[in-house]
């Protein structure tokens, strides 16, 4: 009698636990550790992870597993081991932090596929020979009178087109057919060359600085140790520090091995995979959320395959299958955009360590403006600090003045967009043909609409926000929950016809500066005025390539771009931020203003930034004015010290949530009880969220704090054991270990 084997499974469920399956006598042998498989829960069938064998026997219960993906393992047994950390540090669900780390497309997909009638073609040529081409009918029907084509692209490709299909199908113009579409492997083994626009070329052989050469030694010896070491690049705005990942990487290849370089935000691959591309041509590999689910799959396998030996791309690129990994790189370390705002939420420059460690790689932290977490561990010796304290070919760092709002208000007796020093300044760099960055980090034209009568906020629905005003769509927008309504003729709740628009956001600057510059050729990158990465490096290589005079925008247009002629960066409002309900709110407003300010003065002509504020006197404004980090990072470990917040101590979150306010405050309570006396766990809490209620759910929040992480994360596990025995639903507790907000 043969005995059956079982094997544990990790499913993407939000419950921590493997599930126990047996292996049908045809899959036997060729199941194992790190392969993807199709399996029964309750009624549905999901795909999971073979975690390994199942250390019991589970009886005749067991469920059989219905399909093996593929025989060769998706997640090597070092990755496996990471996924097992990451769950365990960031307590989350081990099936939830696998599927993290799979970004690859299914092996077949179920689609529908639709066509048209002999009624609908013979109404398709009707509608083309005598409509208007812009009407969304007639662009669905040209497409369907070709040929038959998935309904999810149709959708995607034509805007309407759902509505279209809808009525087209009430018409009997319409066929629908389920169909099971196999991929096509030749297409998934898409090259670095075909999902990258390039921007520009990096000139190989440029000289090096003194402290550039300095950095490479450092780096290339960290390389050759083959032993784990974390280096800290902390390099000026435009001191090079591109050059130095280039030419470790190329040492790293020349020695046989492999790389990992990570980027905070999609916004900045296409300008990093251009230069990547033209110094190491098909080694590269690119990965990131912006990419179908074939692109994605087929970068996949050339790094698996060990075809792409470099691998570029966004925080979940530190899971790509690399081998014999070398040198790990987080570009702009500091960056909020490593951290997942969802389960499993990782951080990825963390999660880049840990791995790196595993591997006996180096890993190379480079900003300008080092987190302090990151610099802190500098002065504990567990980082070694490498410097680039000039910019190269020794051009100056841009002169910076800062404009008191108050005062400019009382000699004008206006309230402004723009002070008389950055309007005088715009002017000149328009005259020289010189160009201008303008930021100011809020979407939308109007902060928030109130009623002059009663002074009502109209806010949204669903979360516990006022809605922002976009005036060129003619709604007011939710930015967290995407709700949207019309602009009232009234106040909702008075009836009074009198609006306010209140405050400004970056279209409203763009408005501003066609009026005041109509000559100017303006262009604006936000989430609004970007959608797709098409579009976003379509902007950008405008601008670089002189198309524009004026980029004007959010964050998106102070993070590492390199633009020679821009000689002037202007901030609209330095304050956005500064009074956020967070411990980090200062940093971040250091930061971003330091790197805006970088952006002018990188080419031959010096350049000079412009800082609107109503709080001069604020440390983090005057440090980010002076480009002194260094007096920033002692002021700030100062305050950090004194009111025991990271990096003198661990810190997580647990937010209850509910879309009723009664169980929200019910179950908040019942957990504070349950976790109040933690030994050497200080625990805050619950209190309303900053947000109270996001997405139509009400949340509470704790803050944990702890001297050990052992403690801290007993304290979690207990919570999540807490809700698990009393029935919670799954999606009631949230926990966030390092947490990077705390709204």
């Not at 959708?155 to 809808?166: F, S, Y």
């Not at 001069?616 to 990072?633: K, V």
């Not at 996001?694 to 509470?700: P, T």
């Given at each position: 009698?043969?005995?059956?084997r079982?094997?544990?499974?990790?499913?993407?469920?939000p419950?921590?636990?493997?599930f126990?399956y047996?292996v049908?006598?045809g899959?036997?042998?060729?199941?194992s550790a790190?392969?993807?498989?199709v399996?029964p829960?309750g009624?549905?069938k999901?795909?999971g992870v073979?975690?390994g064998?199942?250390p019991?026997?589970?009886?005749?219960n067991?469920?059989e597993i219905?399909r093996?993906?593929?025989?060769?393992?998706?997640?090597s047994?070092e990755?496996?081991d990471?996924?097992?950390w990451?769950?365990?540090y960031y307590?989350?669900?081990i099936?939830e932090?696998?599927?993290?780390?799979?970004p690859?497309?299914?092996?077949?997909?179920k689609s529908?596929?639709?066509?048209?009638?002999?009624?609908?073609l013979?109404a398709?040529a009707r509608?083309?020979?005598s409509e208007?081409?812009?009407?969304?009918?007639?662009?669905?029907?040209?497409?369907l009178a070709k040929?038959?084509l998935?309904?999810?692209?149709?959708?995607?490709?034509?805007?309407?087109?759902?509505g279209?299909l809808i009525?087209l199908?009430?018409r009997?113009w319409?066929?629908?057919?389920?169909?099971i579409a196999e991929r096509d492997t030749?297409?998934?083994?898409?090259?670095?060359?075909?999902?990258i626009?390039?921007?520009?070329q990096?000139?190989?052989?440029?000289r090096?600085t003194?402290?550039?050469?300095?950095?490479v030694?450092?780096?290339?010896?960290a390389?050759e140790?083959?032993?784990?070491?974390t280096l800290?690049?902390?390099?000026?705005t435009g001191?090079?520090?591109?050059?130095?990942?280039l030419?470790?990487i190329?040492h790293v290849l020349a020695?046989?091995?492999?790389?990992?370089f990570?980027v905070?935000?999609i916004?900045?691959?296409p300008?990093?995979a251009?230069e990547?591309?033209a110094?190491?041509?098909?080694q590269?590999a690119?990965l990131?959320s912006?990419?179908?689910?074939?692109e994605r799959?087929g970068?996949?396998?050339r790094?698996r395959?060990?075809?792409?030996?470099v691998?570029?791309g966004t925080?979940?690129?530190i899971f790509a299958?690399?081998?014999?990994?070398g040198l790990?790189?987080?570009?702009?370390e500091?960056?909020?955009?490593?951290?997942?705002d969802?389960a499993p939420?990782?951080?990825?420059?963390?999660?880049?360590?840990?791995?790196a460690?595993?591997?006996?790689a180096?890993v190379?932290?480079g900003?300008a403006?080092p987190s302090?977490e990151?610099r802190?561990?500098?002065?504990?010796?567990?980082?070694?600090?490498?410097r680039l304290?000039?910019?190269?070919?020794?051009?100056?760092?841009?002169?910076?003045?800062?404009?008191?709002?108050?005062?400019e208000?009382?000699e004008?007796g206006?309230?402004?967009l723009?002070?008389r020093p950055?309007?005088?300044?715009i002017?000149e760099?328009?005259?020289k043909?010189?160009q201008?960055?303008?930021l100011?980090?809020?979407?939308g034209f109007?902060s928030?609409?109130?009623?002059r009568s009663?002074?009502?906020?109209?806010e949204?629905v669903?979360?516990s926000?006022?809605?922002?005003?976009h005036?060129?769509?003619?709604?007011?927008?939710?930015?967290?929950c995407?709700?949207s309504?019309?602009?009232?003729?009234?106040?909702?709740?008075c009836?009074?016809?009198?609006?306010?628009f209140?405050?400004?956001?970056?279209?409203k600057v763009?408005?501003?500066?066609r009026?005041?510059?109509?000559?100017a050729?303006?262009?604006r990158?936000?989430?609004d005025s970007v959608?797709?990465?098409?579009?976003y490096?379509a902007?950008?290589?405008?601008f670089r390539?002189?198309a524009?005079?004026?980029l004007?925008g959010?964050?998106?247009v102070?993070?590492?771009h390199?633009?020679?002629n821009?000689?002037l960066a202007?901030?609209?409002s330095a304050?956005i931020?500064l009074g956020m309900?967070?411990f980090?709110?200062?940093?971040?407003?250091?930061?971003i203003?330091t790197?805006?300010?970088g952006?002018?003065?990188?080419?031959?002509?010096?350049?000079?930034v412009?800082?609107?504020?109503?709080?001069?006197?604020?440390?983090?404004?005057?440090y980010?004015?002076a480009?002194?980090?260094?007096g920033?990072?002692?002021k700030?470990?100062h305050?950090?010290?004194?009111l025991r917040?990271?990096?003198?101590?661990a810190?997580?979150?647990l937010?209850?949530?509910?879309?009723?306010?009664?169980?929200a405050l019910t179950?908040?309570g019942?957990?504070?009880q349950?976790?109040k006396?933690?030994?050497?766990?200080?625990v805050q809490g619950p209190?309303?969220?900053?947000?109270?209620?996001l997405?139509?759910?009400?949340?509470y929040l704790?803050?944990l704090?702890?001297?050990s992480?052992k403690s801290l994360a007993?304290?979690?596990r207990?919570?999540?054991a807490?809700?698990?025995e009393?029935?919670w639903?799954?999606t009631?507790?949230?926990?966030d270990v390092?947490p990077?907000?705390?709204?």
């Amino acid at each position: 009698m043969t005995t059956s084997r079982f094997v544990q499974v990790a499913l993407p469920v939000p419950l921590d636990q493997s599930f126990a399956y047996r292996v049908p006598a045809g899959l036997e042998g060729r199941v194992s550790a790190g392969c993807r498989v199709v399996v029964p829960l309750g009624p549905r069938k999901l795909t999971g992870v073979v975690l390994g064998e199942s250390p019991a026997d589970p009886g005749q219960n067991a469920r059989e597993i219905i399909r093996l993906i593929e025989d060769q393992p998706a997640l090597s047994p070092e990755l496996l081991d990471l996924g097992r950390w990451l769950a365990d540090y960031y307590c989350a669900p081990i099936g939830e932090v696998l599927r993290t780390m799979l970004p690859l497309a299914g092996e077949s997909r179920k689609s529908k596929l639709v066509g048209l009638t002999t009624e609908g073609l013979q109404a398709a040529a009707r509608f083309a020979a005598s409509e208007k081409p812009t009407d969304p009918t007639v662009q669905v029907l040209r497409a369907l009178a070709k040929r038959p084509l998935n309904e999810a692209y149709l959708k995607h490709k034509l805007p309407g087109a759902a509505g279209v299909l809808i009525s087209l199908r009430k018409r009997g113009w319409l066929t629908v057919e389920d169909v099971i579409a196999e991929r096509d492997t030749a297409r998934d083994k898409t090259s670095a060359s075909s999902v990258i626009v390039q921007s520009g070329q990096t000139v190989a052989g440029r000289r090096l600085t003194d402290a550039q050469a300095e950095a490479v030694k450092a780096i290339k010896a960290a390389v050759e140790t083959r032993k784990f070491r974390t280096l800290l690049l902390h390099g000026i705005t435009g001191s090079g520090k591109t050059e130095v990942y280039l030419r470790a990487i190329e040492h790293v290849l020349a020695a046989g091995k492999s790389c990992l370089f990570l980027v905070p935000e999609i916004s900045l691959t296409p300008a990093a995979a251009a230069e990547f591309y033209a110094r190491f041509g098909e080694q590269v590999a690119i990965l990131h959320s912006a990419f179908t689910g074939v692109e994605r799959s087929g970068q996949w396998r050339r790094v698996r395959d060990g075809t792409s030996r470099v691998v570029l791309g966004t925080r979940s690129s530190i899971f790509a299958p690399v081998e014999n990994l070398g040198l790990v790189i987080v570009d702009e370390e500091h960056d909020n955009g490593y951290k997942q705002d969802e389960a499993p939420r990782y951080h990825g420059r963390d999660v880049a360590i840990v791995r790196a460690r595993a591997a006996g790689a180096a890993v190379v932290l480079g900003s300008a403006t080092p987190s302090l977490e990151s610099r802190y561990n500098v002065e504990r010796g567990k980082y070694d600090l490498l410097r680039l304290p000039e910019r190269v070919e020794k051009r100056p760092l841009p002169s910076v003045r800062i404009v008191d709002m108050r005062q400019e208000f009382a000699e004008t007796g206006r309230q402004d967009l723009f002070s008389r020093p950055l309007d005088e300044a715009i002017q000149e760099r328009l005259e020289k043909g010189e160009q201008v960055i303008l930021l100011l980090n809020r979407r939308g034209f109007s902060s928030f609409v109130t009623c002059r009568s009663c002074g009502e906020r109209i806010e949204c629905v669903n979360c516990s926000v006022t809605l922002t005003h976009h005036r060129r769509n003619k709604k007011l927008l939710c930015h967290y929950c995407d709700y949207s309504q019309p602009i009232p003729t009234a106040c909702p709740t008075c009836k009074g016809e009198y609006l306010y628009f209140v405050g400004s956001g970056s279209e409203k600057v763009e408005d501003h500066l066609r009026e005041r510059y109509p000559k100017a050729r303006i262009a604006r990158l936000d989430r609004d005025s970007v959608r797709g990465r098409g579009q976003y490096e379509a902007i950008l290589n405008g601008f670089r390539e002189g198309a524009y005079d004026i980029l004007t925008g959010t964050q998106m247009v102070a993070k590492g771009h390199d633009m020679p002629n821009v000689t002037l960066a202007g901030v609209v409002s330095a304050d956005i931020g500064l009074g956020m309900p967070d411990f980090r709110a200062a940093e971040r407003t250091f930061q971003i203003l330091t790197q805006v300010a970088g952006r002018a003065g990188r080419g031959k002509t010096p350049g000079e930034v412009v800082l609107q504020t109503w709080n001069p006197e604020h440390y983090a404004i005057r440090y980010a004015a002076a480009q002194d980090y260094d007096g920033f990072y002692a002021k700030e470990l100062h305050f950090r010290r004194m009111l025991r917040y990271p990096p003198f101590v661990a810190a997580a979150t647990l937010t209850v949530r509910s879309r009723k306010l009664e169980e929200a405050l019910t179950l908040s309570g019942r957990l504070g009880q349950h976790i109040k006396d933690a030994p050497g766990v200080r625990v805050q809490g619950p209190a309303a969220a900053p947000l109270a209620k996001l997405k139509a759910e009400f949340r509470y929040l704790f803050l944990l704090k702890a001297q050990s992480r052992k403690s801290l994360a007993g304290v979690l596990r207990r919570a999540k054991a807490f809700a698990q025995e009393n029935r919670w639903p799954a999606t009631a507790l949230v926990t966030d270990v390092d947490p990077m907000s705390l709204l």
